[in-house]
Nanobody
């Protein structure tokens, strides 16, 4: 059974930092492209950052220079370091794994940026 379990969300003030983690099980992790998406209330789910099995990384424009995605294949975990958080970063953040026609989602973790 495939599981993607996110952690690390919470409430943070503008300008603060959070580190999200996503622990995977049930997949051959190192062969999957991993990604973080987010969905704010009333909006579509958007890609935030991706990292391929070859460690090629891509970021959405709104988070470039502030967020960093990384992966640890030994721990089967992908991370999202978020610095300089803004109120518009408030959303549920989802972990995503994809390989060819197989893809999986985590349950999401809430990130709220507010003073």
């Amino acid at each position: 059974q495939v599981q993607l379990v996110e952690s690390g969300g919470g409430l943070v003030q503008p300008g603060g930092s959070l580190r999200l983690s996503c622990a995977a099980s049930g997949i051959y992790f190192r062969t999957y492209t991993m990604a973080w998406y987010r969905q704010a209330p009333g909006k579509q789910r958007d890609m935030v950052a991706t990292v391929t099995s070859s460690n090629i990384i891509n970021y959405a424009d709104p988070v470039k220079g502030r967020f960093t995605i990384s992966r640890d294949n030994a721990k089967k975990t992908v991370y999202l370091q978020m610095n300089g958080l803004k109120p518009e970063d408030t959303a549920v953040y989802y972990c995503y794994a994809r390989q060819n026609s197989w893809d999986y989602w985590g349950q999401g973790t809430q990130v709220t940026v507010s003073s």
